[in-house]
């Protein structure tokens, strides 16, 4: 039986880019987020920067993510919202946590709880992924922090969050 070590090392490179998927279905592989703001994302691709309108990004696959935060990202994608949770907030404690990955386990974390029935524990989670409001999760925070608050009947803290999306800022 031989192994060959290349097949595997290819694959890691691979797995270390980031992805990003446009509404519509297409994505942009192998590239270098830099800069993720709902106005634009920057990103690298092979040797150049380039920028891209944060409305027109349906989500980024981060290839660097620890990882607790893709055990959570595979719970979450195949329903299982209880395990996924838990992934998360280890995520969130692992030292080193890149800024972003506190961003985005917090929205994910709202998800879950939302999703699996918990509205009242999803919105301090939702509320601390809007806590940065430039951020290109902001608007979809916002929007899960409305339903989890019109699901736990406090309907002039969802008619607040929902009338700052209505706006027209975030082309929604």
Known sequence: CLVFAAP???LAKDQSKDT???VG???IKDVTVNGEAFAEVKYRAKSSSKTIEGKKILEIVHGKAPRPYKAGEGQRKGGQYEKAIAYYKRALKASGAKPW??????FYLGECYRLGGKSEGAV????KACADKAHLLYPRALIGLAQAQAATRSWSDAIKNLTKISEGRYGL
């Open 101 to 106: 990955v506190k961003i985005y386990a917090n």
């Open 8 to 10: 595997s090392v290819a």
């Open 124 to 127: 301090s989670f939702y509320k």
């Open 25 to 27: 279905g297409k994505s």
């Open 20 to 22: 990003i998927i446009l």
